[in-house]
């Protein structure tokens, strides 16, 4: 019973250098989403999915792009990394969007931007 | 828009007593109220959700209660032990799916 999957756990990136931070559930959840937590901030909403091929921006959804295939997977892409996306980030899903259901998350990916 | 205060910020207690976390939010047409618990360098893991229509929910030692009305909803943990030792962060949506608004946390650190 994996839950919600992410990866890498730990990233260290150059300012400008790309990457994607993975997630995958398998709880067959409509709705997925990724947060990051930064100190003194709380948790605030990058980019959520309501289901395979939809997606809408949250709160801080500049310098990242997100897209979903797939049901399981919602994959986060960082374009152009800068200092200020250091941070701990976290995927989370839920059957219902988070409206009445239950949201579970991963255990974060913590990437640093050098 | 939807403000989530979570007071005490840091909370301090022995082993064996018993305590309560305050979850206070300032629109009280949601749908529901989650708490979770972070423990260092973890994700959140789900504690309790209470559905609107609720006015309280158990698990164990932990019960949540919602007052809709007033805004506020409280974590009891009774008889605490070390392990519970960790943030505790309360999540409200409200009028949709990117609407999802979570506490700043209760550290909470139990002596033994």
């Known amino acids: 019973n994996a839950g919600v999957t992410q990866t890498p756990k730990f990233q260290v990136l150059k300012t400008g250098q790309s990457m994607t931070l993975q997630c995958a559930q398998d709880m067959n959840h409509e709705y997925m989403s990724w947060y990051r937590q930064d100190p003194g901030m709380g948790l605030r909403l990058i980019h959520y999915s309501v289901g395979a091929g939809i997606t809408d921006q949250g709160e801080v959804p500049n310098g990242y792009n997100v897209s979903r295939s797939t049901t399981e997977d919602f994959p986060l892409r960082l374009l152009s990394a800068a200092p200020s996306q250091t941070s701990v980030y976290f995927c989370?899903?839920?059957?219902?969007?988070?409206?009445?259901?239950?949201?579970?998350f991963g255990e974060g990916s913590r990437l640093t931007v050098l | 828009k939807q403000e989530v205060t979570q007071i005490p910020a840091a909370l301090s207690v022995p082993e064996g007593e018993n305590l309560v976390l305050n979850c206070s939010f300032t629109?009280?047409?949601?749908?529901?109220l989650q708490w979770f618990r972070q423990d260092p360098g973890k994700g959140l893991t789900s504690l309790l959700l209470i559905q609107s229509s609720q006015r309280e929910q158990t698990s164990g030692r932990l019960n949540a209660s919602l007052d809709k009305s007033s805004g506020r909803s409280t974590l009891y943990i009774a008889a605490s032990q070390p392990g519970d030792s960790a943030t505790y962060l309360c999540a409200v949506p409200n009028g949709g799916y990117q609407k999802v608004t979570f506490g700043t946390g209760t550290k909470l650190q139990v002596i033994p």
């Open positions: 989370a899903s839920g059957q219902r969007g988070g409206v009445s259901g239950e949201l579970f």
């Open positions: 629109d009280s047409a949601i749908y529901n």
